[in-house]
């Protein structure tokens, strides 16, 4: 009997002398020694009782042992729960009661906020530092002998990531053995991933970023990972010699950009930068063709569905576009139950072995957004252009009708961020008692710039049908971001709630 995740991406680590992960100070974890530590990690979960297909929740900061214990739970037919580091105790009291895991593992500074949620849910509770201390490593360390895989078939749930809540509350999303593992293989063919890649990882890992693009993809390469606990621009410039392939959230290439010594020499041995999380700017990919020479690959997933579409690895990889749907991946543009063709803007559904099994304890959520046929409405607005290529035009909660009309956000944002200097900016709709809604716009200011709200909003005036130009505009420090570089909008939404009130 097989286990067909861990097959694939930990039991090739047993036999492995070679370095798998390669830490910030220097230390190297071989695939044997990680393999260890995941042996060590089941044994000391299947000790507090986790039987097969229970939760176990893990928030915890990004360390070695927070990777083996999710191949720990996978060899043991459990369902891993990553958490980001960042929830506090109430909104962990809502993911704890809603997915009732059988142990919850978190950082030993959290023990005593946790204390109360892990007992009021029945979960036990165990720690572990980012420097590998903690209940649960004690734990593990009385665990050396073998490691008894438990069975699992592609259709068995290997992990739920809640999603991140912009539009309301977050919803645990069920992803199997299959979604997981069909994906990986699919990018490791695409994005041509072998043993002799060496990948740059700074993403977070209770994301499907970091975890499941960038981890599962090294692991089932055979690949070595520079594994850092986060994403630092000018220890990144100085590890790039050491890595082959790079995986980031616009927000890091940004920053690499804003560094003089990121240039051209210390990059031309890298084979492929990937970019997703968030849309990066058509500006951000030309930029960094100018100083480098290699064009950044924008691909789009999300929680639910692991990774959807990519630009081409050869060919042309197109800016402001995230590619063509992945090989299996169906996608279609949905206006009002219609496909729509090249060019027209809807909502994005796709379907394929990718797309997650439902929504954790909530079947309603799942009918409403997972069609019985299999296609997942994912809640994007998009199109295809005419030659195919993918375009995010932005969330269809974000869509703003104003006065009865549509405003695409991103349209008015591609305007603004075109001003002389704009950093970047976030269009949203603000109650209002007249129109229903109005176009509202955030600014950020590039260093040294002041902008002016009133000439900015008259230069405007010539290139946009009036219901959509914005009724007010403020200039912001900076944009609220999450984890994953995207634009809170909700907050936004929320802090300018009152603005056009009479
Ligand atoms: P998450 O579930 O946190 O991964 O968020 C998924 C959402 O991020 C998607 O539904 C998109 O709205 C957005 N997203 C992901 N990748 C891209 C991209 N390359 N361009 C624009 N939006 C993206």
Known sequence: MTNILFDALFDPLREKSTPLLILQDGRIISGQAFYGMITQAAGA??????????????????????????????????????????????????????????????????????????????????????????????????????????????????????????????????????????????????????????????????????????????????????????????????????????????????????????????????????????????????????????????????????????????????????????????????????????GEVGVIEVRGPNVFQGYWQMPEKTREELRADGWFITGDLGMRDADGYVHIVGRAKDLIITGGYNVYPKEVEMLLDDVPGVLESAVIGLPHPDFGEAVFAVMVAQKGATLEPAAILDSLRPRLARFKQPKGLVVLDALPRNAMGKVQKAELRKTFARQFDT
């Open 45 to 342: 979960l299947r000790e507090m009782g986790v039987n097969p297909g229970d939760r176990v929740a893990v928030q915890v900061d990004k360390s070695p042992t927070a990777l083996a214990i999710y191949g720990a739970v996978v060899a043991i037919g459990a369902v891993f729960l990553p958490l980001n580091p960042a929830y506090q105790a109430e909104e962990m009291d809502y993911f704890i009661g809603n997915s009732t895991p059988r142990v919850l593992i978190c950082d030993p500074a959290k023990n005593g906020m946790l204390a109360p949620v892990a007992d009021a849910h029945g979960a036990v509770l165990q720690t572990l530092a980012a420097d590998g201390s903690g209940s649960f490593a004690q734990r593990m360390s009385g665990h050396s002998g073998g490691l008894t895989v438990v069975p699992r078939q592609g259709d068995d749930l290997a992990a739920i990531l809640y999603t991140s809540g912009t539009t309301g509350r977050s919803k645990g999303a069920m992803l199997s053995h299959d979604n997981l593992l069909s994906n990986a293989q699919t990018l490791e063919q695409l994005w041509r991933f072998t043993d002799a890649d060496v990948l740059l990882h700074a993403l977070p890992v209770f994301h499907t970023h970091g975890l499941f693009v960038a981890s599962n993809v090294a692991l089932l390469a055979g690949a070595q990972m520079i594994y850092l606990p986060g994403f630092d621009a000018a220890q990144v410039v100085g590890l790039l010699p050491q890595a082959t392939v790079m995986m980031g959230v616009p927000t890091f290439y940004t920053r690499l950009l804003a560094l003089p010594n990121f240039d051209r020499a210390l990059v031309a041995h890298m084979r492929l930068f990937v970019s997703g999380s968030a849309p990066l700017l058509a500006e951000t990919h030309h930029a960094f063709e100018a100083r480098t020479g290699q064009k950044i690959l924008e691909r789009y997933g999300m929680t639910e569905t692991n990774m959807n579409t990519s630009n081409p690895y050869d060919g042309e990889r197109r800016a402001g576009t995230v590619g063509f749907p992945l090989p299996g991946v169906a996608l279609q543009v949905m206006q009002d139950g219609q496909a729509v063709g090249p």
